[in-house]
């Protein structure tokens, strides 16, 4: 009787860790699954990470030769109007009708973003560039005729170009002078600007699209690492191999990569081919985003003809507490309206570059040279007193006398200056409105000198 229930006991506990093996098979294969389902969701995220980068680096790629192929059909229309050079037109066209950059960067957008915002700003862009393009063959069918040239000699949208009743009837040279003013008018400008900020926009909403994507696959990666990391604690005793690797290979790496891309870093180089990978494409594509904002930066408070601070960065300088004493010099250059009008707004724009040159080498590192309207130009010297009058004096002689010289083949001019100081005696509540009452004074004087409050 004992030896029965001795024997039942032990058939029993066999039964139950028979059963117990089996469950803990079962468990295992489940896991197991687990596991490579876990997997799987990580590829396909990689797999999304890595075609909206992909989709991203394509479309950018396409607004920005939408962008250089507008400024390049701009640069061989001027440079035709301006020097009679044929081979431009046929430059111009070859890129029109052969090249198509314009036309295939609409065709790439279309492939991954067709009926989004994106390729919306970007067919603007073409749209615009296609009614400057209508501009341009006028422009080009006037300077045929201003330089004398057989109109049987240029290509057809140039011949068939009609020109309306009061441009048909200018003479030749009014015609070649219509064509120029016509590159560089407000209008014309007007387009470039619509164009460059529609790119911009396309470049902005596919940045943002582009970031959203990844964030929703990091959280997801997130979630599935979450998972795996349970799975990967109930399989570490009998599978501590696959453990180890996909901890060193996978684990390990994603972690980085997500807590990178929260803290807004480079990716580092680590892991597997496919992470090595994303994280050269992403480095690539964060170094694009801040060179972006940096450009932005750049551009809202520099002068994007001299290169100076604009109007917008001086008054933050006034506004701003320099640090001591301040010399504030408003200078305006001496009747450059006459300049513009008599040899042309181009020449008026090279002349601007000489003085803004000037004025940036006559000053110290430290000093802010601004240009702050058309033909108005301020300096604000730092650390500086009413005991630098001389000094000033002498600054401002040397760079009228470089302003005269005409060996870089522009024509000579003049600059009127104001000066305030911080310390001057009797001041007003407006440092500006005191510079400014000095640089009357230089005015009424005759201009091409310097006055002091």
Not at 15 to 22: A, E, Q
Not at 52 to 64: F, K, V
Not at 294 to 309: C, I, K, N, P, R
Not at 421 to 431: E, G, K, L, M, V
Request: net charge negative; aromatic share 8%; proline share 2%.
């Amino acid at each position: 009787m004992t030896h029965i229930t001795d024997q039942r006991s032990t058939d029993s506990r066999g039964v139950r860790l028979h059963f117990v093996n089996i469950l803990m098979i079962v468990v295992a294969i489940l896991l197991t699954f687990g596991l490579i389902y876990a997997t799987w969701e990580i590829s396909v995220s990689y797999d999304q990470m890595r075609a909206a980068t992909d989709r991203y680096i394509t479309c950018d790629q396409a607004a920005r030769n939408l962008q250089a192929a507008s400024d390049y059909l701009t640069a061989q229309t001027r440079l035709y109007v301006m020097t009679g050079d044929s081979e431009k037109v046929q430059n111009y066209f070859e890129e029109v009708n052969l090249t198509r950059r314009r036309d295939r960067a609409l065709e790439d957008v279309r492939k991954y973003l067709a009926a989004s915002e994106a390729e919306a700003h970007l067919q603007e862009a073409l749209k615009l560039s296609d009614e400057l393009k209508n501009l341009e063959i006028t422009a080009m069918r006037m300077a045929v005729d201003g330089y004398g040239q057989n109109i049987h000699d240029f290509p057809r949208e140039v011949r068939e170009c009609t020109l309306s009743g009061d441009l048909a009837a200018m003479a030749p040279d009014r015609k070649l002078e219509a064509a120029r003013m016509m590159l560089f008018d407000r209008t014309y400008q007007n387009y470039k600007d619509q164009i460059r900020s529609n790119v911009s926009l396309c470049v902005d909403n596919l940045v943002a699209d582009t970031r959203l994507m990844q964030e929703d696959s990091a959280n997801r990666l997130f979630n599935v690492l979450r998972n795996q990391h349970i799975l990967i604690g109930m399989l570490l005793v009998s599978v501590l191999i696959m453990v180890f690797l996909t901890t060193f290979f996978i684990i390990l790496p994603l972690r980085k990569s997500i807590d990178h891309i929260r803290n807004h870093q480079y990716l580092p180089m680590s892991g597997s081919y496919e992470f090595q990978y994303l994280a050269r494409t992403y480095n690539s594509m964060f170094r694009t985003s801040q060179a972006q904002h940096q450009q932005l930066s750049y551009e809202a408070t520099h002068d994007a003809l001299t290169g100076l601070y604009n109007r917008s960065a001086f008054n933050t300088f006034l506004e701003e507490d320099l640090g001591g004493d301040v010399s504030l010099l408003l200078i305006d250059a001496d009747k450059f309206k006459q300049i513009n009008d008599t040899y042309g707004h181009a020449t008026g724009d090279k002349i601007l570059i000489k003085l803004a040159t000037v004025l940036r080498d006559s000053f110290r590192a430290e000093d802010y040279v601004c240009r702050i309207g058309g033909d108005e130009f301020a300096v604000i010297m730092v650390h500086s007193t009413s005991a630098m009058k001389d000094l000033i004096r002498e600054k401002v002689e040397k760079a009228n006398a470089k302003l005269q010289d005409t060996s870089d083949g522009l024509p000579p001019i003049s600059i009127s200056v104001g000066v305030a100081f911080s310390d001057r005696i009797a001041p007003t509540d407006d440092i500006f409105k005191d510079a400014d009452k000095a640089l009357y004074e230089v005015k009424e004087a005759g201009r091409k000198g310097v006055a002091f409050f």
